[in-house]
């Protein structure tokens, strides 16, 4: 097969004129090469800020086209659309939306902390409308864009040709504001973003002095400082404070963001919820959208209705679907689902030097804009003392000429080549003489003369200053920090635009159970009949001698609960049920079976019912005299089929389960024998068959109880009178497990139970 290249013109590759209009080059080369140079112009060109000025070279465009267009603070608004075309006509080459889109997000005081641009007209809103088309708009700069271009024009920055080598154009701002961290940034770049919050320039300030003051400054120390972010829109910063100080030690991290809110009675005991402030970049449209549909799904059980009441201000309403609900579970259902809480991300991946792309931490980003700071000052500096230079070599001009008017004025009449005599005559440099040639009759006056003096004295006493601040860098720092507290005192919390907006908080530990917190806590007394048939009594009763059952039915058990607690029932299958109090057929009637509600086989039985407690720790034992302790938060079940905790055989069924507070086991059997052990012998588990309590001949458990050796071993009969057996009496019952141990003491229960463990 023959690979060579089909070239223009015909087979062989002639093309008009015999050549080759193709050039072979190897493929994998050639991309890496273009992809390569795609990925530097995207990091470098459009996505990444530079750390010294904060911005991506849209935003820089923009702002220096402005300028160039007159568009002063204190100045008149032009049309947008003037704006961007001269954006894109000089700078920008991209489409006009992108332009103006970028500007317009510098005008939106909701997305931006400190706005560039002074928008006139319809700029969007919250609700996330698209801001007017650029021909009904107008704009200027603010008072922020004017002061990181100040000095532009004194030889503080580097310029560059434009796209199309006409003219020039800023690599950079001089930036006497902090933009940076003040209004933050976010991009994709190919391979890397980068995503920074807002902060406040007051806290702002207040580090780079302190940095300024002591350049080996602590990031914790600066973080007390800037405690965090201050958003736009507000909000609640619920972040752990350790976490923040992660954050900016790295560079990566990020902030949990929450809506404020606030309770208002609503009349007859029922109240409504109003967020005044919602999360950075959450459109109000989309997150009312959001609940609603969440509320379709009765995903929000809670929640009754929400509605936008805002004006200028932001009001959303919040109804809860009754007014036993808590507030502050109804909200942190909202937070958990719904955009009223967002998680902003930090990345600080900024452009050093407006060169390398890093991560730095916020004492890094900090330093960088002092150092920017100082190479501006020095710049600046520089070029002032240039311009100084030249005009006092100008006014020495001047004055020899004035010194010596009557020669000049002949020289100038009479001499056929006046500029080589007035130099030869009077020793003066080319621009003083084309000075003394360019002056007017009318500035020959005395007062005249007197002026320039006093012209010369002032810029050779600020000549001989600016050269003490070029030779000293404690002078220039000093400069610097005046600088920082002008702009400290111009964006002070005092002021409308200064003032912090977000604030600090800690979440609340609220375990959110949205099925719990929709059921009323009302007391209930559960009553479970002998037969398994189930019901709720209203409040906790007492008296239960008047209840009616079933004919051969009679009481088991009852329990005092609440309507939001959970039930858990043992049966002799080894299995654990968990009921809801609030499913409980009511007190009306003998209930309903229990078997209704749990699958349990017809040959088991009910053994205990009792309240459920995480906390408490069980033991749960066999009728063959096998248990062990089990934590009561691993048996809770939440299918109709229980959880088998105690694995019993065909021939054995579960006998008991108690509580297993205390340090010691008393076990009885069928043969009215009881051992008393430490309850350390036995095993904690969460499912299985245990350990052998006690031996038997003939017969199997009958009892069990865990009790405090302190307090002693304690039973009641069936007039409920209570027994005790001490410490002291302990000893005769005393052994190990699985001894077949010895008889019960004198005035045991016939029974051969303890009574109620429960």
Request: glycine fraction near 8%; include cysteine.
């Amino acid at each position: 097969m023959n690979n060579k290249p089909i070239l223009p013109g015909g087979a062989g590759g002639a093309g008009k004129g015999g050549g080759s209009s193709i050039e072979p080059v190897n493929l994998k080369e050639a991309l890496e090469e273009r992809y390569l140079s795609y990925a530097l112009s995207t990091i470098m060109g459009r996505a990444l800020p530079d750390v010294r000025d904060g911005l991506k070279p849209v935003h820089r465009r923009i702002l220096f086209a402005m300028r160039q267009m007159a568009l002063r603070p204190d100045g008149p608004f032009k049309k947008s659309a003037k704006v961007v075309g001269e954006v894109m006509g000089n700078f920008h080459p991209h489409g006009d939306q992108a332009i103006y889109d970028a500007m317009v997000r510098l005008a939106q005081d909701f997305a931006v902390r400190y706005p560039l641009v002074d928008g006139q007209g319809n700029f969007g809103n919250i609700d996330g409308d698209n801001a007017a088309a650029m021909r009904y708009t107008e704009s200027r700069l603010t008072l922020v864009a004017d002061a990181l271009l100040d000095g532009i024009d004194e030889d503080t920055i580097d310029f560059r040709e434009t796209y199309d080598g006409s003219g020039q154009e800023p690599i950079v701002l001089p930036a006497s504001f902090p933009n940076l961290l003040a209004n933050g940034s976010a991009g994709i770049a190919v391979g890397m973003a980068t995503n920074i919050p807002p902060h406040n320039a007051d806290e702002l300030c207040q580090a780079l002095l302190h940095l300024i003051k002591f350049p080996n400054a602590t990031i914790e120390k600066l973080v007390e400082m800037i405690p965090g972010p201050d958003f736009p829109t507000g909000g609640i910063i619920v972040e752990p404070r350790e976490q923040i100080l992660e954050a900016y030690k790295t560079g990566r991290g990020g902030f949990r963001h929450r809506a404020r809110w606030e309770k208002e009675a609503a009349g007859r005991g029922s109240y409504q919820i109003i967020i005044t402030e919602i999360p950075y970049q959450v459109q109000k449209s989309r997150l009312i959208e959001k609940i609603a549909d969440l509320m379709f799904a009765k995903r929000l059980p809670l929640l009754g209705d929400v509605r936008d009441e805002s004006a200028e201000e932001i009001r959303l309403v919040i109804e809860p679907k009754s007014r036993t609900v808590d507030p502050l579970v109804l909200m942190e259902s909202l937070f958990k689902l719904t955009d009223l809480e967002v998680r902003f991300g930090l990345n600080m991946n900024v452009l050093s030097h407006g060169q390398v792309p890093n991560v730095l931490s916020l004492r890094e980003v900090l330093t960088q804009w002092l150092d920017h700071r100082k190479e501006v000052l020095v710049r600046r500096s520089k070029f002032r003392l240039g311009k100084i230079e030249h005009r006092l070599e100008v006014l020495d001009g001047y004055l020899i000429a004035f010194l010596n008017l009557d020669e000049v004025i002949r020289i100038i009449r009479f001499e056929e080549e006046p500029k080589k005599k007035l130099v030869a005559a009077f020793n003066l440099s080319e621009i003083q003489v084309e000075a003394v040639l360019n002056l007017r009759l009318k500035s020959l006056s005395k007062l005249q003369e007197i002026e320039l003096k006093a012209e010369h004295d002032r810029l050779s006493k600020e000549r001989r200053e600016i050269k003490t601040l070029l030779a000293s860098d404690e002078l220039q720092w000093a400069r610097i920090t005046g600088e920082i507290k002008k702009t400290r005192e111009t964006y002070s919390k005092k002021t409308e635009l200064g003032a912090r907006r977000s604030t600090f908080a800690d979440t609340p530990e609220i375990e959110v159970d949205l099925t719990e917190a929709m059921i009323e806590k009302e007391p209930i007394t559960v009553i479970l009949s002998q037969k398994g048939w189930i019901r709720a009594l209203k409040g906790h009763q007492d008296n239960l001698a008047k209840l009616d059952f079933k004919t051969g039915d009679k009481l088991k058990c009852a329990v005092k609960a609440m309507t939001t607690d959970k039930l858990i029932v043992f049966a002799s299958n080894g299995r654990f049920y968990t009921l809801g109090a609030d499913k409980l057929p009511g007190g009306r009637g003998h209930g309903e079976p229990l078997r209704l509600m749990i699958d349990v086989e017809e040959s088991h039985d009910f053994l205990e019912l009792t309240l459920h407690d995480p906390e408490r720790r069980l033991l749960v034992a066999s009728q063959a005299g096998y248990g062990f302790v089990v934590a009561e938060a691993d048996i809770i079940a939440n299918t109709r089929k229980g959880k088998q905790v105690l694995n019993v055989g065909a021939s054995d069924r579960a006998a008991t389960c108690v509580p297993a507070f205390g340090d010691l086991v008393a076990v009885v059997g069928e043969n009215r024998k009881m051992v008393i052990f430490g309850i350390d012998e036995l095993y904690e588990m969460t499912r299985g068959k245990g350990v052998r309590l006690q031996k038997y001949k003939d017969g199997g458990l009958s009892d069990i109880r865990v009790f405090d050796s302190d307090v002693g071993l304690t039973w009641s009969d069936k007039a409920a009178r209570t027994f005790t057996l001490e410490k002291r009496e302990l000893k005769e019952w005393r052994g190990s497990r699985a001894q077949a141990g010895r008889m019960a003491p004198r005035g045991f229960p016939k029974s051969n139970k303890f009574g109620p463990a429960f």
